[in-house]
Every structure is written in structure tokens, then in C-alpha cells.
């Protein structure tokens, strides 16, 4: 038996002529926004910018993409951002030269100490041995 497997599942009908549903209803809740602040404002010179804004943010939901992600997730991940209480914890830090000194009483005191003729001479075998190889 034969089946078909569907393909290209992640890419989004267009059913409004270029624009998918969504794109649709960004760009027209964006300009019915817009007619909103035409209608309600008293001047065209004070609806100006809001109306700019609306549908500014109509299109940037619609067309917009950030890292290949659709703008409508960086405009939720900021707004959750700004309305979310934030917690900041601060930690004392011990002293870091006490902290230096103790922990260097502690690991030397259990090793046994190469004196410097002994460690030239390490490292002088192990330098012969890698140029050997």
C-alpha cells in the first residue's frame, strides 16, 4: 500500500488574496484600530501618530520577522517582561582572600613537594618524550 505524506505542513494557506488568516486579521485590526482613532480623536493633526502607530504595529504583527520567528512572539515575550514582577537575589560572597588562604593550607598539606631540580627534570622527560613521538 501506498500513502501519501503530506509536505510543507509548516507553511500557511493564503486565503485572503497574498495574506494568510492571521496576516489578515493583523493588518486589518491595525487599520480598523486606526479608523477607531480617526473617528474618536477631534483633529486629524492629533490622530495623526496614533494612527501611524496602529498601523505600523498592524503590519509589523503581519510581515515582521525576528530570528525567523513571527514578531508577535518578541511583542509577548516584552510585554510579559514589563508586567511581571522581577526578583533579584543578592548573595554574599565570603572574603576571597580568606577563601585563597584557607584553601591553599588545605590542598597542600597532604602532597608531597617537588624540589625544583626534581620538577626540571620532569619536565625536561617529558618534553624528550613528546618529540620522540
Not at 509548516?10 to 487599520?31: M, N, R, S
Amino acid at each position: 500500500m501506498n500513502f501519501q505524506v503530506p509536505q510543507f505542513i509548516e507553511v500557511e494557506d493564503k486565503i485572503f488574496g497574498p495574506l494568510t488568516f492571521k496576516q489578515f486579521l493583523y493588518v486589518a485590526g491595525g487599520i480598523g484600530l486606526a479608523f477607531i482613532f480617526y473617528v474618536f480623536l477631534p483633529s486629524l493633526f492629533l490622530s495623526a501618530i496614533p494612527i501611524a502607530l496602529a498601523i505600523g504595529l498592524g503590519a509589523m504583527l503581519a510581515f515582521l520577522k525576528i530570528n525567523n520567528r513571527p514578531f508577535i512572539y518578541t511583542f509577548e515575550s516584552a510585554i510579559k517582561y514589563y508586567i511581571h514582577s522581577k526578583l533579584y537575589i543578592w548573595n554574599k560572597k565570603p572574603n576571597a582572600q580568606k577563601l585563597t588562604m584557607e584553601t591553599t593550607k588545605q590542598d597542600t598539606a597532604g602532597l608531597p613537594r617537588l624540589s625544583d631540580s626534581k620538577l626540571s627534570d620532569l619536565s625536561w622527560s617529558l618534553d624528550v618524550k613528546d618529540k620522540i613521538n
